[in-house]
């Protein structure tokens, strides 16, 4: 089974931030500007959170603020679960699954190098299972 070390080799490691400082509006222009579903949350460049679409809904939306003139700190979700580069995919899948989260950023000697999404995770389990299987057919078909 692979690890986020593979994962981020294929994808890359940008990863997209915002301050806690900057609006809600802002962030959300920014999203879409990059094509993302969430940006990690950066104070003097240590993660302090996480700003999904899914935090905008429910708690911008849904309570009725505004997003010109709420701050990212006020709705991100802080206390981000991390993996490492050597996390196995196992893991990460499980981590999101009992966690209901989508993102996990990916830290190597406490420093933020990559984030991965269950997007990430399906696309690299689908592959390896594509690759196994064409293995396993030229095996038996002797070729």
Do not use: W
Request: aromatic content about 6%; overall charge negative; glycine content about 8%.
């Amino acid at each position: 089974m692979g690890t986020v070390r593979h994962i981020l080799q294929g994808k890359g490691d940008t990863v997209f931030s915002i301050t806690p400082f900057h609006s809600v509006f802002m962030a959300l222009e920014m999203m879409v500007e990059k094509n993302v579903s969430s940006l990690v949350v950066l104070e003097d460049d240590k993660l302090i959170g996480i700003f999904t679409e899914r935090d905008y809904a429910r708690k911008v939306i849904l309570k009725g603020k505004a997003s010109r003139e709420t701050p990212v700190g006020d709705i991100m979700s802080g206390n981000v679960l991390t993996v490492t580069l050597d996390s196995s995919i196992d893991e990460c899948m499980a981590l999101m699954t009992s966690k209901f989260i989508r993102h996990l950023p990916v830290i190597d000697n406490k420093k933020l190098v990559g984030l991965v999404s269950i997007g990430d995770l399906v696309k690299f389990i689908i592959e390896e299972q594509k690759f196994i299987i064409e293995n396993m057919e030229h095996y038996i078909g002797g070729t």
